[in-house]
T-cell receptor, first 116, second 114 residues
Framework: GAGVSQSPSNKVTEKGKDVELRCDPI?????LYWYRQSLGQGLEFLIY????????KSGLPSDRFSAERTGGSVSTLTIQRTQQEDSAVYLC??????????????FGEGSRLTVL | AQTVTQSQPEMSVQEAETVTLSCTYD???????LFWYKQPPSRQMILVIR??????QNATENRFSVNFQKAAKSFSLKISDSQLGDTAMYFC???????????FGTGTSLTVIP
């Protein structure tokens, strides 16, 4: 596609429910990142995928968080048993290749999650 | 570990004036990229300007320029002739060339006053 696409744009859920957030990166981009942005805060790194390599999961805050990337393209971030502190905007970004010529990240518009 | 510090949570500037946003970082790497990203109220982050650490010349992109001081690990953003559309959150970011990990500052909220 023309840009990084994320869905849903907004998600309201009840505490304890599971949610899935989807990211469709720019075609041909091998690197994909998930970040979390809480209200008025910076970007918190969650997970990074690069091609067929094992993902860097070092930023996932708990075992309730997981992510996968199928076929090196679309990625799904899953949050199980959601808590109110999970409320945030979840941003996905992709880039052309690891340590590529520009290193530029292209971001989606994010998925705003609200846990009641 | 790499850290990026933006010490100005909020700033404001009069339209058409110049403003400088500060950023410092800490790393033991010698080669890396530095970025300034803009996040307008619409939420989508977009790249403003990029600097390669091995280049001594400061990057410039129209009204946006940086003051890159490698020894001091400082990377400030100067916005000239500020426009209302410059109102946004600005994030400084660091990227290692190995591992491709990005590190972001906490952001500076800039308001351009008409």
């Amino acid at each position: 596609g023309a840009g990084v696409s994320q869905s849903p744009s907004n998600k309201v859920t009840e505490k304890g429910k599971d949610v899935e957030l989807r990211c469709d990166p720019i075609s041909g981009h091998t690197a994909l990142y998930w970040y979390r942005q809480s209200l008025g805060q910076g970007l918190e790194f969650l997970i990074y995928f690069q091609g067929n390599s094992a993902p860097d999961k070092s930023g996932l805050p708990s075992d309730r968080f997981s992510a996968e990337r199928t076929g090196g393209s679309v990625s799904t971030l899953t949050i199980q048993r959601t808590q109110q502190e999970d409320s945030a905007v979840y941003l996905c970004a992709s880039s052309l290749e690891s340590g590529g010529p520009t290193g530029e990240l292209f971001f989606g518009e994010g998925s705003r999650l609200t846990v009641l | 570990a790499q850290t990026v510090t933006q010490s100005q949570p909020e700033m404001s500037v009069q339209e058409a004036e110049t403003v400088t946003l500060s950023c410092t970082y800490d790393t033991s790497e010698n080669n890396y990229y530095l970025f300034w990203y803009k996040q307008p109220p619409s939420r989508q982050m977009i790249l403003v300007i990029r600097q390669e650490a091995y280049k001594q010349q400061n990057a410039t992109e129209n009204r946006f320029s940086v003051n890159f001081q490698k020894a001091a690990k400082s990377f400030s953003l100067k916005i000239s002739d500020s426009q209302l559309g410059d109102t946004a959150m600005y994030f400084c970011a660091f990227m290692k060339l190995t591992g491709n990990q990005f590190y972001f500052g906490t952001g500076t909220s800039l308001t351009v006053i008409p």
